[in-house]
């Protein structure tokens, strides 16, 4: 059953690898999801049976990332795309400003969303860097609504090493593509989103963690499904919840707690990507695109001068069952994604392929 994918190295951005284990034990549950003789697609939301799976999701997520007691854990619809509307809608007064930096194409959407509401500020921005960097100083105002940040930027395969200091209003980050991958102080965060699909599960549901004592302050009418309180006050299940894809969520906080929870990742993941940041540092044939501190250790992206080169090389790529290496169209050139379920070894082959590559071509 799983021979057909042993020679596959799968680093696509997004939906991307997930565990073997949880592919096995989601596909178990769908013809007889525990012992019931049901699958877990037929049965109701409001079983007992599925309750336990979002109570024991709920609990995961505030276990591994160490949450605070105002900290309520949401699976909600809709992707992180909705999250660019939904949080300016529950925190931003029409007259009122929100602080946001400006690192790329995610930021840009979540940007665009909050001046449906009221006003955006740049606190930040690596536009004049093509967004190859991380903004280093702040200006947030002290009567923001809120300053939102995008941890991980996907495309532009940069990550923010520190959170920017205690500003003195609300911290909101869009997590989709690091969440779960490093120890962070999570409990700093009054909100986070984060679509599951990079790292923590199957599309179709997002992780929002909201702080409840930020929520209530603004005086539009918000619609009842996109009114965070509702959901809070419902247990994430005001309406029918993406039951499958939650499941798949859990199966995945398993798994990452049996390897040892966030702090267990990081170790690995810093290997995986030191490994391959490495070896791009080290042959000249192969460019880094972002500046080193800012690097991601999600998303590496890298490119070659010779555009014929960068062809050659994706072939070689597609032969040895590299999956998703070629880069975002914006950027060009490659990008590996190195999310939680990437093993090393997928990294050892690839980068073993680089250094052949770089002393033929050197
Ligand atoms: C993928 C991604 C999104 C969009 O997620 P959807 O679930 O497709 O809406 C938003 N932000 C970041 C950082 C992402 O990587």
Partial sequence: MTTAKATIHNFNAGPSI?????????????????????SILEIGHRTELFE????????????????????????????????????????????????????????????????LFGNVSIAGSSKETNFTSIPKNLN??????YLHITTNETIAGTQWKNIPCDCG??????????????????????IIYAGAQKNMGAAGVNLVVVNKNILGKVNRTIPTILDYRNHIKEGSMLNTPPVFAVYVVLLTLRWLKKQGGVAAIETLNNQKAGLLYNTIDQYPVFHGTVAKEDRSYMNAVFVMENKDLEKE??????????????????????????????????????TDLMIDFAKRKG
Avoid at 20 to 26: G, H, K, L, R
Avoid at 140 to 145: G, H, K, R, T
Avoid at 328 to 343: C, E, K, Q, T
Wanted: with cysteine; charged share 20%.
């Fill in 52 to 115: 336990s799976v979002m109570e024991e999701a709920r609990n995961l997520v505030k276990e591994l990332m160490q949450l605070n007691a105002d900290q309520e854990v949401l699976f909600l619809h809709g992707g992180a795309t909705t999250q660019f509307m939904q949080v300016p809608m529950n925190l931003l007064n029409e007259n009122s400003t929100a602080a946001y930096t400006e690192t790329g194409t995610w930021a840009d959407k979540a940007i665009k969303e909050a001046k």
């Fill in 313 to 350: 090389f994706l072939g070689i790529c597609k032969e040895n069952g590299m999956i998703g290496v070629k880069g975002h169209r914006s950027v060009g050139g490659f990008r590996i994604s190195l999310y939680n379920a990437l093993p090393l070894s997928s990294v050892q082959v690839l």
């Fill in 169 to 190: 209003v609300p911290l909101v980050a869009d997590m989709s593509s690091d969440i779960l991958s490093r120890q962070l102080d999570f409990s700093r965060f009054d």
């Fill in 18 to 38: 997930l565990p073997q284990e949880v592919f096995e034990a989601a596909s178990a549950a769908v013809l007889n999801f525990n012992n019931t003789g049901l």
């Fill in 140 to 145: 947030v105002n002290s009567d923001a609504a």
